[in-house]
């Protein structure tokens, strides 16, 4: 036991003396001591701040790539060509068509159709044209001129959604 | 009174066949002007759309295939009776949106109210001094019952109903709503005429009676705005636009729906157009923030 002591005793020396401590008990790193940095003894570089960089988010959506025809997910770019319709549907800020079903109290399904620019009345009439040869009979739709939308009573978003991109909107 | 009414409908039947006898130009019938009017009337400048001078400043931005920028005149405030130098071209996203005025309504309010904190305080009978004991036995004096002499019922008692200490009116219009409510004012401007684009902000002397014979010259209106961007402005225009009520100079991170509404016409620098078309496009193609905007995120515009 005496023996363990005084080896415990000689190894705790040598590790608090400086002049006998290696560099793997316990000390902190340390590089050249530079006369240029002063008595601090640390190198401050800003050089590794790109690893902090790239982890910062965008804040703008990014345009898609050019595709030709619909992409693999099925989303289908608007046309090069403008349509020569005297109305314009412009996309959402992802890219989408702006198509939306909507229910309330759980029974009143209806339809909005947003960013309509131009002539909303013509718009007005091809939708009821069109809903017309799909179902047989005229949907009631409400004309919001002051916020540029449409409403359809029923629930029609994905025969709009595809109709639309026919157009090529 | 039947026969008054028959009288005033027939003289009001009477006024409108004139009017629409003798012309566009005849003002409604129902305007009151003062006798005593001075001043001319505005004349109608040409529109920048089919002149000759050059177009000196594209939009930065893509502008929108199925739209075309609108056009204004760039003029100068070197001297009273410069020509425009030219025509420059304004993102039709930011100053030729859909005028939506309850939009605009809802902007002023918001900024009217959101600063608002009302002191007003009156003490309720709990607050008013005295009052603790019951004035005179429930039964048996011949007068009401009464608890405290400071119940609202007595005279110089708290009021029940009052209003209740510092009151905040705050509340936060959603982003894009403030943001729309700058591109439609500004569009507004633009449509009626009082939006003006000025290359820079030099003028050779510090007088303000400078700047308003130019205002008065140009017809540029009653009070005029001028924005520009940037912490430094030249000191000419400082000095001018120091003392003077009507001629305001602020900064582009400073404009707002109020003082746009407030000032009849607005001046603005290529840099500030360049500026604001930047910051209020840049909504319109923005992800929802992740974390508010004040952090950095890598392309902030």
């Known amino acids: 036991m005496s023996l363990t002591v005084c080896r415990a005793a000689r190894v705790a020396y040598r590790a608090f003396n400086p002049a006998t401590r290696s560099l793997s008990t316990g000390a902190c790193l340390r590089t050249e001591r530079n006369p240029a940095e002063g008595s601090r003894g640390f190198i401050v570089s800003t050089e590794e701040f790109r690893f902090v960089e790239r982890l910062i988010p965008p804040s703008r959506i990014p345009t898609p790539p050019e595709h030709e025809g619909p992409a693999p997910s099925g989303w289908i770019p608007p046309s090069a060509t403008l349509p020569s319709l005297p109305y314009m549907i412009r996309r959402s800020r992802m890219h989408n068509v702006p198509v939306y079903s909507d229910i309330k109290h759980g029974n009143q399904h209806s339809t909005l159709l947003r960013k309509i620019e131009g002539d909303i009345w013509a718009l007005n009439k091809d939708v009821k044209e069109f809903l017309l040869g799909l179902t047989g009979k005229e949907p009631p739709t409400q004309v919001n001129e002051v916020t540029r939308t449409i409403r359809i009573k029923g629930q029609f978003d994905k025969e709009l959604k595809e109709w639309l991109l026919k157009k090529g909107f | ?301």
């Open chain 2, 1 to 301: 009174m039947f026969r008054a009414t028959l009288a005033i409908c027939g003289r009001t039947v009477v006024k409108r066949f004139i009017s629409s006898v003798s012309g566009e130009s005849a003002l409604p019938s129902n305007l009151r002007l003062p006798p005593n009017l001075i001043g001319v009337a505005p004349q109608k400048r040409a529109s920048p759309c089919g002149s000759d001078l050059p177009v000196l400043r594209r939009c930065e931005a893509d502008v929108p295939a199925h739209l075309a920028p609108a056009q204004m005149w760039l003029e100068s405030l070197g001297s009273c009776d410069r020509e425009p130098l030219g025509v420059v071209d304004l993102h039709p996203d930011v100053f030729s949106v859909p005028v939506r005025l309850d939009i605009l309504h809802d902007v002023e309010v918001w900024q009217r109210n959101f600063k608002r904190i009302s002191h007003a305080k009156v003490k309720s009978r709990a607050e008013v001094s005295g009052g603790g004991r019951k004035p005179w036995n429930q039964k048996g004096s011949g007068r009401a019952r009464h608890g405290s002499i400071r119940s609202p019922l007595w005279r110089g008692g708290g009021v029940a109903h009052g209003p209740r200490g510092p009151t905040s009116y705050y509340y936060m219009l959603p982003m894009k709503v403030r943001v729309q409510g700058l591109k439609i004012a500004l569009t507004a401007k633009l449509a009626q005429d009082y939006l003006h684009i000025v290359d820079s902000l030099e003028i050779p002397t510090p007088d303000p009676h400078y700047l308003l014979d130019l205002v008065k010259h140009r017809q540029w209106g009653d009070s005029v705005l001028i924005v520009d961007v940037g912490d430094e402005f030249p000191q000419n225009i400082l000095k001018a636009t120091e003392d003077l009520k009507t001629v305001n100079i602020i900064p582009a991170i400073g404009l707002n729906v109020h003082s746009m509404l407030k000032h009849e016409s607005l001046v603005l620098t290529l840099e500030a157009v360049k500026f604001l078309e930047k910051k209020l496009l840049w909504h319109d193609v923005r992800y929802a923030p992740l974390y508010p905007f004040k952090l950095p995120y890598s392309d902030l515009p």
